[in-house]
């Protein structure tokens, strides 16, 4: 079993950043894939960016040369950082780990981009 533990959402101006991290229960060495996905109102959740299985990364195309997502082994810690944000990435932000071909969730974290 996984549990992950978000932080690092809130309120942010277009063009402003933002750093998430996703802290795990486990080794992330451990675990197959990890990474961000995200819920806006009325929308369905979708992927933001990931480590896969082979330990490249995926990156949603709305987000790539935006968006960095990195990792600490030693603190089992995933983190995304996010810059030039804009009004459309408002949403909730969820970590997911899928582990002995399981999927595990986070509780998320609220980004709002704002003026």
């Known amino acids: 079993q996984v549990q992950l533990v978000e932080s690092g959402g809130g309120l942010v101006q277009p063009g402003g950043s933002l750093r998430l991290s996703c802290a795990a229960s486990r080794s992330i060495f451990t675990i197959n894939v990890m990474g961000w996905y995200r819920q806006a109102p009325g929308h369905e959740r979708e992927l933001v960016a990931t480590?896969?299985?082979?330990?490249?990364?995926n990156y949603a195309d709305s987000v790539k040369g935006r968006f960095t997502i990195s990792r600490d082994n030693a603190k089992n810690t995933v983190y995304v950082q996010m810059n030039s944000l804009k009004p459309e990435d408002t949403a909730v932000y969820y970590c997911y780990a899928k582990y002995r071909d399981y999927g595990y969730w986070g509780h998320g974290t609220q980004v709002t981009v704002s003026s």
């Open positions: 480590f896969t299985s082979g330990g490249g990364t």
